[in-house]
């Protein structure tokens, strides 16, 4: 691996309501709740697999973990996901997160606007860190996980 943004962790949890501002952002995400218990990574931006525990799909996302900071209107951290490939609203439905690897620092942009150029850019640093050799044996854990969680 060798890379210092590369990091093993994984987290499970339910869909649920958010405040809804990613969506009018263009960039709609799934709240995840993550289970008590889960050890949530540090706040930052990563790259990572989304596996939707109904169906085994998976799908490639950038994940957000923070409070939001632009915004200032809480001091809770918040996971956020947002998927590259489709537009499907997953709430109520349990996914597990797959993180590849960190893409920067959770940070508050001087405008929503300048929010929205940073989230285009970890898109695209997203799906060329999701094509590395590092994330698709992530894949392959997490579809062995699924595999062995849908069997029992």
Known sequence: MGDPRTVSAHLAGAVVHGAGRGRGLGFPTANVAADPGSLVPP?????????????????????SIGSNPTFCDTTDVHVEVYCHDTSDQFYGERVGLWFVARIRDTVKFASPEDL????????????????????????????ATYRRTASS
């Open 116 to 143: 929205v150029r940073a989230a285009r850019q970890d898109v695209l640093r997203s799906e060329e860190l999701l094509a590395s050799d590092h994330a698709l044996r992530v894949l392959d854990d997490a579809l």
């Open 43 to 63: 706040p930052a931006i990563y790259s990572g697999w989304v596996v939707r525990h109904s169906t085994g799909v998976v799908h490639h996302g950038t994940i």
